[in-house]
């Protein structure tokens, strides 16, 4: 769209700005990484040039996993994704489907419900949930989060599955109800399997939603052996005015890799999560 | 007789039993039933949580000690609260200015990645990282490169011929807003960026060789051809991204606590103190909603909105 020829036209319009892109977006990381294995001489001094490493160690990632409850608060934060994402998966799907197949009255009421609860922020409701989740004395248990992440990811996996489920041709599902099927096994058997790619874009998203939450880990969990990577990080690895930077950096980039690792396998469904997210 | 009336309580059992089935078997009737746990668990974690946060913005209701009705006296506490204005001011600011500079740097990414070239896939895949990786960890990582003490972006400053020792990013309260800014485009950026691209994606080719061989240069297409099919998509991923930042919490609770004097304090902030550090869940809740006005709005538009197209 821009004129300009041959190489330096190239250069010019391409590479520049996804070059500028690039370095803006994975700066912060490449610095977390080696901020993570410079010894504290090198962390703390104004001598050395700070970009590169010069006496490689590993020093802050043993320390964080032996010192502190690092590899606790991930199996927590893994624990806590994965159920929640299950139940919203499900949940999700038991919202969805009627809303793409059925004919009934409400439905557009409903659809615009959970359009809307998917939008509102966990700000809007921290307080009052506070308090129910002390009321039910649930407080400092990984129940109390398992509960409540699915109040976002519920809306947004069925606002995600019900676009899916309208691109799903309904030519098996009749077919199948012609051959004497009821209702229930003509979804379980037929419909769903068709839908694995629905199930995968929103479980990817809902999993890096969950893992990414940290205001009600936050208000919920205070005890160490309870919290998730980011609340532990916060809370534990800055102690009053000191930040152990090494260790923190370590922390961030461990914590990190999960999700990265997964979205790396499923970035094609993460990013049809991504766009299907915001059009339904 | 005997074996008729042997029989008959068998006929209308099974009777029975298939008008459950044909019952269950209306859509209406599958539908709520289908929708029935689902429902259930929003209205009480969601739907009960809302009602009751507005009950609590009417009471005197100190942490674990029972509430006094107050009628209004939460939100006149508010309205001659200096702090709650500025409050006020901080989230509408932040939110405007970076929603702005993530739509321009989102449409420039969206441009710049919408031409053919080698590992295309890859640069997306690590262009969107900053927005995957959870938030509270990355932004540790802005805090690190914007320490007082050993800050890499003003060593690089320096270096640069900056004079030293470089400015003070969440010491100042100019800068501290403005560094809470930066971070919040950087991480909300790829999400406008790569949603816009899958939009310039659908547009035909064809438009651009008519526009083209109609004499429009590069800039009248984007003006005419892109912009205007682009529109819809746009208006979406705004509305998106002014909700989320308008109720951004975690960002700048551990960059800047809402410091120094206040100055990046925002509503979602704000409340938490009041609520959770004071201990104050009436007035705490009180705050909180005075952001529902502007999101009511903002929700309801989105919501007619993706209900329409």
Not at chain 1, 26 to 46: G, Q, V
Not at chain 1, 95 to 107: D, E
Not at chain 2, 8 to 29: A, C, N, T
Request: with cysteine; net charge positive; glycine share 8%.
């Amino acid at each position: 769209m821009v004129t300009g020829h041959g190489r330096l036209g190239r250069v010019l319009r391409l590479w520049l700005p996804v070059g500028f892109f690039l370095v803006l977006a994975l700066f912060p990381f490449y610095w977390m990484a080696i901020t993570s294995i410079k010894p504290n001489a090198e962390l703390y001094s104004r001598n050395v040039m700070p970009l590169i490493v010069h006496a490689p160690t590993l020093k802050h990632y043993v320390d964080l996993l032996t010192k502190t409850s690092f590899l606790l608060w991930t199996w927590n934060t893994m624990l806590i994704a994965i159920v929640s994402t299950a139940i919203s998966l499900v949940l999700g799907t038991m919202l969805a489907y009627p809303l793409a197949r059925m004919r009934f009255a409400g439905a557009g009421l409903i659809a615009m419900t959970v359009a809307a609860v998917y939008l509102v922020p966990q700000p809007l409701l921290f307080i009052p949930l506070a308090d129910v989740i002390n009321r039910l004395d649930l407080g400092n248990t990984l129940t109390s989060v398992i509960l409540t992440y699915p109040t976002m990811l519920i809306p947004f996996c069925a606002w995600l599955l019900l676009g899916y489920f309208k691109t799903v041709p309904k030519e098996l599902e009749e077919a199948a109800r012609i051959d004497g099927a009821n209702r229930v096994q003509t979804v379980l058997r037929i419909f769903l399997p068709l839908c694995m790619p629905g199930f995968i874009s929103a479980g990817i998203f809902a999993f890096t939603l969950s893992q990414n939450e940290f205001l009600y880990a936050l208000i919920f969990l205070t005890k160490t052996t309870v919290r998730t990577v980011p609340v532990g990080v916060i809370a534990e690895l800055i102690r009053g005015d000191v930040f152990y930077w090494g260790q923190l950096m370590a922390g961030a980039l461990l914590g990190s890799i999960p999700v990265a690792i997964i979205y790396s396998f499923f970035v094609e469904h993460y990013v049809a999560g991504l766009t299907g997210s915001i059009k339904g | 007789m005997a074996v008729v009336s042997d029989r008959l309580p068998g006929v209308s059992r099974s009777v029975q039993r298939r008008s459950l089935s044909v019952w269950l078997d209306r859509e209406s009737v599958f539908s709520w039933l289908m929708m029935a746990v689902p429902l259930l668990f929003l209205a009480s974690l969601v739907g009960y949580p809302f009602v009751y946060g507005m009950l609590l913005s009417l009471q005197d209701r100190p942490v674990a000690q029972p509430g006094t009705f107050v009628g209004l006296k939460n939100f006149v506490i508010n309205f001659h609260d200096p702090i709650f204005w500025q409050v006020a001011v901080n989230t509408f600011v932040y939110t405007g200015v970076a929603t702005l500079l993530k739509m321009v740097g989102g449409l420039g990414l969206a441009l710049a990645m919408n031409q053919h070239f080698r590992m295309k896939n890859l640069v997306r895949a690590l262009l969107l990282l900053p927005f995957i990786v959870p938030t509270v960890l990355s932004t540790v990582a802005w805090m690190w490169m914007l320490d007082p003490a050993f800050s890499v972006v003003n060593r690089l400053l320096v270096a640069l011929g900056w004079p030293k020792p470089g400015p003070s990013w969440l010491g100042d309260p100019s800068l501290a807003m403005i560094s809470i800014i930066i971070i919040n485009t950087w991480r909300g950026l790829p999400f406008y960026g790569i949603t816009l691209l899958a939009g310039l994606q659908t547009v035909p080719p064809e438009l651009y060789e008519a526009a083209t061989i109609d004499g429009a240069g590069g800039w009248q297409q984007f003006r005419y051809v892109t912009l205007p099919l682009l529109r819809p998509i746009i208006l979406i991923v705004t509305l998106f991204s002014v909700i989320f930042t308008f109720a951004d919490f975690q960002l700048v609770y551990v960059l800047t606590h809402g410091g120094p004097q206040n100055a990046t304090n925002l509503f979602a902030t704000y409340a938490f103190d009041i609520a959770m550090g004071a201990g104050q869940l009436g007035l705490g809740a009180s705050v909180a909603l005075a952001m529902l006005p502007a999101l009511a709005v903002l929700i309801v538009a989105l919501t007619i909105y993706m209900r329409r197209s």
